[in-house]
RNA sequence: GCCCCGGUAGCUCAGCAGGAUAGAGCGUCGGAUUCCUAAUCCGAAGGUCAGAGGUUCGAAUCCUCUUCGGGGCACCA
């Protein structure tokens, strides 16, 4: 409907002002959809683009463009209103056309609105396998899960990665930490070492590893506690790998990432939030990705050697300056698993590259392009989204979120307190660019502060409206209900029918944009207004025509939420 | 020093590919349940959209500067 109320514009701006479409691209037609019916079903400011231009006044333009304007079966009214705008209203029949849009595509209305279909690879949390998931990590979870139905929806197609980090130092000092558990539950007096991880997961592990068979020689030497935290860790882990031998040591930390790992995926897996893949880092080396990686950079004039080490020529896309890829002693640097596993993402087909970091990685978004860009891809490949911190309350008072020790609190924590559904939802329902206050008390309220409750209660309450109708012995009638949309003409149902109209759109702009908040947006505005009709208006009635008619609508509303929740990863319960 | 994000009602926030009177909820005040779920609804009060310039017929929205707050600038991961 919208390309055609602009073609009959272009037809009447060529009649009445003589202006042709190459005129026209240069100003630029636009056609809004308007919120509330005072100002019609869709505006142009075409009159006041043109006012300046033909040295006209706009009022005049607007009337002299209605006057050789076509108006179809389904435009009702096109007039030109105060400061030079041209309103156009649809006729009823038009405006209600979209429910049965609806009732016929089901949960599918909207789907695959994306001019442009994508493979999209989606890498979200990618989060240290060295501990449990925190309540920052449940953001990125959230999201990234959301967006990727987001996508889905608008027909892309996504696949979703966690990047596993299972290689390199901080693996080894999992390890260390993990066989210091186990040689203390074997009755050896350790003092505490700064830098290790601690908590109870740690225990777990190693006592299962006990229970596995695993024995550690109890005779074990601690080298002298000399220097920095980080090169006292560095020779334990030295001297741990001499003494029981470097295949024992590799043995435990597998046994250790892998039980990790499985922890991960139960957090998250529990939460709702699928990852379609784990890519481990350890396999980029394993399979040789790094060499093949540097190889290409080198090849790509893109290298050079300084200093014993090789450098990437960063600074050449962008980058601030150069970075090493592989240090003097010739062990690779993480920038160099990276730019490995960039190329292998592109390798696989995927269009776009979607990577959820947190903000405090924003230094590294150039790296990582001008990484992509070395290896003789499209920086432009990669959209790196950036999210914000999250901070918890409980009420006014702020919580802390790490104790000394650095132990997090775990997003498990957080979601089994408030539930999966308030989690979820709070989670997105702030663009990720801004911080987020989570209010842990607020997320469990019943009312309307809750937008949570307040979405499902609405839908909640369509589904009891529908076995109340047939309770009194009513059958909803689709046929009936078609007939007789004409008869939904209170204002409040013109507004409903307005907004579910709009759903189509809303999934298009928010996955454009990666804002799944509006998502949430949408449907508390749509629970809203369903509220305020269920207030005023009966439903349920005598008169066959209007109740199916009604009945037909909140079908409609029903199905769009139902449909919003599930991107959300939010559930839709019928009873509450 | 350089870079990213933000400042909208007393509070928490929407709105931001420019558009017509800046919207919700909470809180305050006042109402609604013989009726399909009151986890709801209706009404009132409440604003120099941080400040100053600029672009435009038109700016909360775009650009520049200032200011306040959060974060970042490794041969760490």
Request: glycine share 8%; net charge negative; aromatic share 8%.
């Amino acid at each position: 409907m919208e390309e055609k109320i602009k073609g009959l514009i272009i037809d009447a701006l060529a009649e009445s002002q003589g202006i042709n479409e190459d005129e026209l691209n240069e100003i630029g037609l636009e056609l809004s959809r308007n919120a509330n019916n005072d100002h019609g079903d869709f505006s142009s400011n075409i009159a006041l683009k043109l006012a300046s231009k033909l040295k006209s006044p706009p009022m005049k333009l607007a009337e002299e463009i209605i006057g050789s304007l076509e108006t179809p079966a389904e435009l009702e009214l096109a007039e030109c209103v105060k400061p030079g705008f041209i309103n156009f209203y649809l006729s009823a029949e038009k405006k209600h056309s979209v429910l049965e849009t609806i009732m016929k595509h089901g949960r599918d209305f909207g789907s695959s609105c994306a001019p442009e279909k994508m493979r999209v690879l989606l890498e979200f949390v990618s989060a240290n396998p060295t501990g449990p998931l925190h309540v920052g990590h449940g953001r990125h979870a959230a999201f990234g899960d959301s967006l990727a139905r987001l996508l889905k929806k608008a027909g892309h197609e996504v696949f979703t990665e966690y990047y596993l980090n299972d290689a390199g130092r901080q693996i080894d000092i999992l390890c260390l930490s993990v066989i210091l558990e186990m040689l203390r539950d074997e009755g050896l007096e350790l003092k505490n070492i700064n830098g290790l991880y601690k908590g109870t997961y740690i225990k777990e592990i190693s006592q299962a590893l006990i229970k596995e068979g695993f024995e550690i020689n109890k005779k074990i030497l601690i080298p002298k506690l000399d220097g920095s935290a980080d090169e006292i860790v560095d020779a334990l882990i030295l001297e741990m790998k001499n003494v029981i031998g470097s295949e024992l040591f590799q043995k435990i930390s597998d046994k250790t990432v892998s039980r990790m790992t499985k922890l991960l995926k139960d957090d998250l897996s529990d939460f709702r939030v699928k990852q379609d893949g784990f890519y481990s880092e350890k396999s980029l080396f394993s399979k040789g990705k790094i060499e093949e990686a540097c190889e290409i950079v080198k090849k790509n004039g893109n290298a050079y050697e300084k200093d014993g080490a090789l450098w990437l020529e960063s600074s050449k896309y962008g980058d601030d300056k150069d970075r090493v890829v592989i240090r003097e002693d010739g062990r690779s640097t993480y920038f160099a698993s990276d730019i490995a596993y960039h190329h292998d993402k592109k390798m696989r087909g995927f269009d776009l590259l979607i990577n959820v970091l947190g903000s405090d990685h924003h230094g590294y978004v150039s790296r990582l392009e001008a990484g992509l860009a070395s290896t003789g891809n499209k920086a432009s490949d990669l959209d790196v989204i950036l999210m914000q911190f999250v901070t918890l309350y409980r009420g006014k008072k702020k919580i802390q979120m790490s104790t000394r020790s650095g132990n997090f609190v775990p997003m498990r924590d957080l979601y089994s307190e408030v539930g999966v559904d308030a989690a979820r939802f709070f989670y997105v329902s702030r663009s990720h660019d801004q911080h987020l206050d989570f209010d842990l008390d607020l997320a469990t309220e019943q009312n309307n502060n809750n937008p949570v409750y307040y979405i499902q209660y609405a839908n909640a309450r369509i589904k009891s409206v529908l076995n109340e109708n047939k309770k009194r012995g009513y059958v909803f009638d689709e046929g009936i209900g078609k007939a007789n949309l004409v008869k939904l003409d209170l204002t409040i149902e013109e507004e409903i029918i307005s907004l579910l109209g709009k759903y189509p759109e809303t999934i298009l702009k928010s996955s454009e944009t990666r804002a799944v908040n509006k998502i949430a947006n949408y449907l508390k505005s749509l629970a809203q207004l369903f509220h305020s009709y269920y207030g005023s208006t009966k439903f349920v009635s005598e008169d066959e025509e209007i109740r199916n008619a009604r009945i037909l609508l909140l079908i409609c509303v029903s199905t769009i939420i139902e449909d919003g929740l599930d991107i959300l990863g939010v559930s839709s319960p019928l009873k509450m």
